[in-house]
């Protein structure tokens, strides 16, 4: 009898896969974002607690070849630093005729990045800063160069960051010269899309794109990039326009994470 | 005792993939260390084995991501059950056939990645494939080179292990 039943059921194999496929199907439609924070988290504090030492390791190591490099850096911002008081000078004379409010400063948490999604396909770093820091989701992450991402799980010691260079991620933002807006997204690592740009609007290579500050996620005027290839080819109504990404996504150790938006950051859903 | 060893080989094979592997990079892509212990533990212990590994293991590196829980979970699942097609010859499978179906299932596994991240809106099939899936497969297969050639081979070949009952 149970040879014959045997005969008529799929081998064990088969069976499995078909468990395992419908399990991973309902666990993609039923989780929501919020549901699966438990799990994460705490796969992330073990990694957060692991990597670490490894961080401080690579920090040790690189630290003579940053040192140079911050030195360039320091001499060159010194020359800027002379030349941007002068513009906030006249700045401040100029705001105070026409009676304008001062915007409050950013504020930012220093955190450093102890781990990275390696798959191609996504991209997103573990933090080693948390709740413990006045840290929630959806806050803007930022390196010296510019837009880097924002905050998409949060637990009490580490979080877990989306970056620009996911393919889920999108970007309200306004070439700086023109202020034409768009919206930026990511082909890879060193090429975004600035998209939803008009033909014939004032876009020239070399612009800087920064964010529009048309949604509460993240403040006017960070950095994202710098438009490398402008083109009107395309059929449709909006041009190409190619940027190349300000942050250095391939070599992020320390970024900064931008605590005072502006707006409710916990309630953003995006 | 032994799923112990496997619960291990899973644990490290993450941390040394989020920790250390993003030091590793090249274009923006790391080899996948836990893809390749879920095929040493598909060509090891069958079908079964390499399923629950690779369903583990999928799920473990989804959960180290800022984006939805499943496609790596699918991805290696599948990854096992290909692997373990192999356990029947694999006592007999000499280096460059099990570097074979390393690659195999490699490509099979970035083939299903590029599928599922096609669905959202942005870049299309053929250039996932060609940007992150094809030199997926490449930097995955040269660090299984060094899993089959330089390791002793009862890391990798089959142990005798026929159904469920006999795995538990």
């Given at each position: 009898m149970?040879?014959?039943?045997?005969?008529?059921?799929?081998?064990?194999?088969?069976?499995?896969?078909?468990?395992?496929?419908?399990?991973?199907?309902?666990?993609?439609?039923?989780?929501?974002?919020?549901?699966?924070?438990?799990?994460?988290?705490?796969?992330?504090?073990?990694?957060?607690?692991?990597?670490?030492?490894?961080?401080?390791?690579?920090?040790?190591?690189?630290?003579?070849?940053?040192?140079?490099?911050?030195?360039?850096?320091?001499?060159?911002?010194?020359?800027?630093?002379?030349?941007?008081?002068?513009?906030?000078?006249?700045?401040?004379?100029?705001r105070?005729?026409?009676?304008?409010?001062?915007?409050?400063?950013?504020?930012?948490?220093?955190?450093?990045?102890?781990?990275?999604?390696?798959?191609?396909f996504?991209?997103?770093?573990?933090?080693?800063?948390?709740?413990?820091?006045?840290?929630?989701?959806?806050?803007?992450?930022?390196?010296?160069?510019?837009?880097?991402?924002?905050?998409?799980?949060?637990?009490?010691?580490?979080?877990?960051?989306?970056?620009?260079?996911?393919?889920?991620?999108?970007?309200?933002?306004?070439?700086?010269?023109?202020?034409?807006?768009?919206?930026?997204?990511?082909?890879?690592?060193?090429?975004?899309?600035?998209?939803?740009?008009?033909?014939?609007?004032?876009?020239?290579?070399?612009?800087?794109?920064?964010?529009?500050?048309?949604?509460?996620?993240?403040?006017?005027g960070?950095?994202?990039?710098?438009?490398?290839?402008?083109?009107?080819?395309?059929?449709?109504?909006?041009?190409?326009?190619?940027?190349?990404?300000?942050?250095?996504?391939?070599?992020?150790?320390?970024?900064?994470?931008?605590?005072?938006?502006?707006?409710?950051?916990?309630?953003?859903?995006? | 005792?032994?799923?112990?060893?496997?619960?291990?080989?899973?644990?490290?094979?993450?941390?040394?993939?989020?920790?250390?592997?993003?030091?590793?990079?090249?274009?923006?892509?790391?080899?996948?260390?836990?893809?390749?212990?879920?095929?040493?533990?598909?060509?090891?212990?069958?079908?079964?084995?390499?399923?629950?590994?690779?369903?583990?293991?999928?799920?473990?590196?989804?959960?180290?991501?800022?984006?939805?829980?499943g496609?790596?979970a699918?991805?290696?699942?599948?990854v096992?059950?290909?692997?373990?097609?192999?356990?029947?010859?694999s006592?007999?499978?000499?280096?460059?056939?099990?570097?074979?179906?390393?690659?195999?299932?490699?490509?099979?596994?970035?083939?299903?990645?590029?599928?599922?991240?096609?669905?959202?809106?942005?870049?299309?099939?053929?250039?996932?494939?060609?940007?992150?899936?094809?030199?997926?497969?490449?930097?995955?297969?040269l660090?299984?080179?060094?899993?089959?050639?330089?390791?002793?081979?009862?890391v990798?070949?089959?142990?005798?292990?026929?159904?469920?009952?006999?795995?538990?």
């Open positions: 149970r040879r014959g039943l045997s005969t008529f059921l799929p081998p064990q194999e088969y069976t499995i896969l078909a468990l395992l496929v419908f399990l991973v199907v309902a666990l993609t439609t039923s989780s929501t974002r919020t549901s699966m924070d438990p799990p994460r988290l705490a796969v992330l504090a073990l990694v957060a607690k692991v990597s670490r030492p490894v961080a401080q390791i690579h920090e040790w190591l690189t630290l003579r070849r940053d040192n140079a490099e911050l030195r360039r850096l320091n001499a060159q911002l010194v020359l800027e630093n002379a030349r941007l008081a002068e513009a906030r000078a006249e700045n401040e004379r100029l105070a005729l026409l009676a304008f409010t001062e915007q409050t400063p950013l504020r930012f948490v220093p955190a450093r990045v102890v781990g990275t999604s390696t798959q191609g996504v991209n997103s770093v573990v933090l080693d800063v948390g709740r413990n820091k006045g840290l929630h989701k959806n806050m803007p992450v930022v390196s010296a160069e510019g837009l880097v991402g924002k905050l998409y799980t949060v637990g009490h010691g580490q979080s877990l960051a989306q970056l620009l260079t996911d393919r889920n991620a999108r970007v309200s933002a306004r070439v700086q010269r023109s202020r034409v807006t768009g919206i930026v997204r990511s082909v890879h690592s060193t090429l975004f899309l600035l998209e939803q740009v008009p033909k014939r609007a004032d876009v020239q290579v070399g612009d800087v794109v920064v964010t529009s500050g048309l949604t509460p996620l993240f403040p006017p960070l950095k994202i990039g710098t438009v490398s290839e402008v083109s009107e080819d395309a059929p449709g109504l909006f041009m190409t326009i190619s940027l190349t990404p300000a942050a250095d996504f391939g070599r992020l150790e320390e970024v900064l994470v931008v605590c005072n938006t502006g707006g409710s950051t916990e309630a953003v859903r995006p | 005792m032994k799923y112990l060893s496997y619960v291990a080989v899973l644990v490290v094979g993450l941390l040394v993939q989020v920790a250390l592997l993003r030091f590793a990079t090249v274009l923006g892509v790391a080899p996948n260390v836990l893809l390749l212990a879920t095929v040493v533990v598909g060509l090891r212990r069958g079908q079964i084995a390499g399923m629950l590994f690779g369903f583990l293991s999928g799920l473990a590196l989804d959960l180290t991501t800022a984006t939805l829980v496609p790596s699918l991805g290696h699942t599948i096992g059950f290909v692997a373990g097609l192999w356990y029947g010859y006592v007999g499978l000499n280096r460059g056939a099990s570097m074979m179906v390393l690659v195999l299932c490699s490509s099979v596994h970035e083939f299903v990645m590029a599928g599922i991240h096609a669905l959202t809106p942005g870049a299309g099939f053929g250039f996932l494939l060609l940007r992150w899936a094809l030199p997926g497969v490449v930097y995955t297969s660090v299984g080179l060094m899993v089959f050639f330089l390791l002793p081979e009862k990798w070949r089959a142990r005798p292990v026929t159904s469920l009952r006999g795995l538990l």
